[in-house]
């Protein structure tokens, strides 16, 4: 009881017994029956021809009878092998088991562009369900990055007028598979799907449950196999009849829950069109999906816009986004010491927040305090063998916290670095030592390097910097000062250079 004039009636039933087109054909039929009832009539029900019990024997003898081969040959035809798990960005981490925790988010569709759809799928000659289709694989595939995209959608299955009266669970589930890359066509992705979902109603009587036992794709507990996200279009029924002294109507319910990681479901109403994305609360926050249903509508106003135009082109971006995006992220101007060497800026770091990580490689991590005074020393090291302003000191290391603690101390000494791959053939390095004409190497122990006689060599994992001080080695540079000679690639003979750049 819900008051004096109004009444609820709730009626649970299982989804193994049932399924959405028989929920309208018992509403009907308890309509009629009350009726009846309250009118002492006999209720004018169409006779049944077979009961679900005969169709269920019926499809089990069929598919037995080789239509099951036949079916599952084409679904593996077009299937294939790809097992990938669509990974849209989530705002939680995959939970090891589905908790089926969902919420509801009602999409807004202005009448407009529910009109403007209905034109658009007309003048492509398909269908409001393949566009609508179309459109969400667009942006799970801008969300995701994923070519292969797979979408499930529950198929009434009722394709023989004997079932259309019966109650039962005759609802299947196919998988809608959209290939797309950046440069694919909106029209091109509507006509793929559109054919695939014309070819599929030969092949739809194949339950779901064998085609993945078929398949046989990794199983999770946290997750459902070959889709993650469904798409349910529905047409709404027929007002509901009047009954004597009552006015019915059908009432929304939320059940909190979700099957799947997210489902987009639509009605079309007739004169309009609803929307609703049901999303696992495991998975995504409410400001998440909000926005997510916001790109959908504006994925939508760009396909009406440009329907022939490439995926990666339709935008998706509300105006404030937009703005955002180009102006207000990209206001980074800022006042930077063009003539202040980067040394330096990293010295003054130091002051700032010297126990702030400046370095990581792999497990490895230099604060900037460290790596200053690692610095420090290789520069008075540098310094004591002559190296002062402008000098050329080559650098052959493999990349390493070590060589940037090499690049700094040869600026911190006023040096400018020749770096040099030690992964270059022999031949390469030797030219390029004699044409740069270096005396000094700093390098790596492990390393075998072609060096030329009177070329200094010191390594860097060598502990031989120990007793030199830890003190910034405050040599005088100025901005015309160099900082670096690099070569060429050379790719046509040998290496051109040097390319030199200032400390400005």
């Excluded at 658009?120 to 995701?144: E, G, I, K, M, P």
């Excluded at 109603?201 to 889709?227: G, K, T």
């Excluded at 105006?319 to 800026?345: C, I, K, M, S």
Aim: glycine content about 8%.
């Amino acid at each position: 009881m819900h008051g004096e004039a109004e009444q609820v009636l709730v009626v649970v039933l299982h989804h193994s017994i049932t399924d959405g087109w028989s929920m309208g054909v018992m509403v009907d039929d308890l309509l009629a029956l009350y009726k009846a009832a309250v009118e002492h009539t006999a209720a004018q029900l169409e006779p049944l021809p077979i009961q679900f019990r005969d169709y269920a024997a019926w499809q089990r003898q069929w598919l037995e009878a080789g239509e099951r081969e036949r079916q599952l040959g084409w679904w593996k035809e077009r299937l294939g092998e790809g097992r990938a798990l669509l990974e849209l960005p989530t705002d939680h981490a995959r939970p090891p088991v589905q908790s089926h925790r969902g919420a509801r988010f009602d999409v807004p569709l202005p009448a407009r562009l529910a009109a403007a759809l209905r034109a658009l799928a007309r003048s492509q000659d398909t269908t409001l369900f393949s566009l609508l289709l179309a459109s969400f694989q667009v942006l799970l595939h801008r969300y995701s990055g994923q070519a292969e995209v797979r979408v499930g959608v529950p198929m009434a299955n009722r394709n023989r007028r004997e079932s259309e009266r019966l109650i039962g669970l005759f609802i299947n589930t196919q998988v809608f598979q959209g290939v797309m890359h950046g440069h694919t066509r909106f029209s091109e992705l509507l006509q793929q799907l559109q054919q695939m979902g014309l070819e599929a109603q030969a092949y739809q009587d194949l339950p779901f449950e064998q085609l993945v036992e078929a398949l046989q794709p990794e199983r999770s507990l946290s997750h459902n196999p070959l889709f993650q996200v469904m798409y349910n279009h529905q047409a709404k029924g027929g007002a509901l009849a009047g009954l004597p002294g009552l006015a019915v109507e059908s009432l929304t319910w939320d059940s909190g829950t979700a099957q799947l990681d997210l489902t987009l479901e639509t009605c079309d109403e007739g004169d309009g069109l609803s929307a609703s994305l049901v999303y696992a609360t495991d998975l995504f926050e409410a400001a998440t999906i909000e926005r997510m249903a916001g790109h959908w509508l504006g994925l939508l106003e760009a396909i009406l816009a440009q329907p022939d135009a490439p995926i990666a082109e339709l935008s998706m971006l509300s105006p404030a986004e937009r703005e955002a995006q180009l102006h207000g992220w990209n206001a980074t101007a800022t006042d930077y010491p063009l003539t202040t060497p980067v040394h330096h800026l990293i010295e003054a770091q130091v002051l700032r927040n010297p126990d702030a990580p400046a370095l990581a490689f792999g497990a490895e991590t230099l604060s900037y305090a460290e790596l200053n005074r690692r610095a420090n020393r290789l520069a008075h090291a540098l310094i004591a063998r002559g190296v002062g302003p402008d000098s050329l000191v080559g650098i052959a290391v493999e990349r390493s916290i070590e060589m940037v603690v090499g690049l700094l101390a040869i600026l911190k000494a006023g040096g400018a670095y020749v770096p040099l791959d030690p992964e270059y053939p022999a031949e390469r390095l030797t030219y390029m030592l004699d044409d740069s004409a270096v005396k000094l190497l700093l390098s790596q122990s492990h390393l075998d390097l072609p060096l030329a006689a009177g070329v200094q060599r010191i390594d860097l994992d060598q502990a031989l910097l120990g007793d030199f001080p830890e003190t910034n080695p405050g040599v005088t540079l100025d901005a015309e000062n160099l900082a670096y000679v690099i070569y060429t690639s050379g790719s046509t003979g040998k290496p051109k250079g040097p390319v030199t750049a200032t400390l400005h």
